[in-house]
Each structure stands twice: as C-alpha cells, then as structure tokens.
C-alpha cells in the first residue's frame, strides 16, 4: 500500500507558474512509475503527464507539452510538476498517482494509487 499526498496548488494568473508536488510513502518507491492527472468541472479526467521509475522516461498529453515538466527524487519519495505559462484551461484538480508497471503509462487504469488531488486555478 502506498500513501500519495499532492501539494502546491493555488491560484496564479495566466502566464505564470506554479510547482505540484507528490509526495509518497514506502520504502518501495523507486519502483513505481508515477503520473499526474487532472479533472476539470464537468470533465473526464485527463492524462497530464508520467515518469519511468529511474525517471529516465517521459511523457505529457499535447496540450502542456514545452510547459510542464515532471521529474521525480527516489531519495525523497517525491515527484514535481514544473508547470510554466499555465493557462485557463489548465485550471482543474491534479492528482498524482502511482503504478506497480514501473514505467510511465497514460493509461489511468494502470495507476493502483491516487492522492486526493490539488486544486489549481488559472485566471484570466
């Protein structure tokens, strides 16, 4: 079982920037893949971006692909999201989450673990 908590939403205006982070527990970490989400009002829930469990491999869904960066610190049991030039349509809930695979996957039946997720909002 592993334990996943968000942080480091807020509210910032378009253009500018903000940093998620993940952290979760067990002493098994490193061998989880993980990946971010999000959920806007009255959407599906939405690939974002995954790392490999070395973190020598990613990927971002098109829209935050040159904006987001997802990097990941074994050490600490934590993952980041780099998030630059946000926009409106970026505001949503993110969740973290993280797979048994190892390796970064986009599907979200794949992920065992989610945290309950941190609200980030954009404004215009």
């Known amino acids: 079982q592993v334990q996943v908590v968000e942080s480091g939403g807020g509210l910032v205006q378009a253009g500018g920037s903000l940093t998620l982070s993940c952290a979760a527990s067990g002493r098994t970490f490193s061998t989880y893949a993980m990946g971010w989400f999000r959920q806007a009002p009255g959407k599906e829930r939405e690939f974002v971006a995954a790392?490999?469990?070395?973190?020598?491999?990613?990927s971002y869904t098109d829209s935050v692909k040159g904006r987001f960066t997802i990097s990941r610190d074994n050490a600490k049991n934590t993952v980041y999201l780099q998030m630059n030039s946000l926009k409106p349509e970026d505001t949503a809930v993110y969740y973290c989450?993280?797979?048994?695979?190892?390796?970064?996957?986009?599907?979200?039946?794949?992920?065992?673990?989610w945290g309950q997720g941190t609200q980030v909002t954009v404004s215009s």
């Open positions: 790392i490999s469990r070395s973190g020598g491999r990613t």
């Open positions: 989450a993280a797979t048994h695979s190892g390796y970064s996957t986009s599907y979200s039946y794949e992920y065992d673990y």
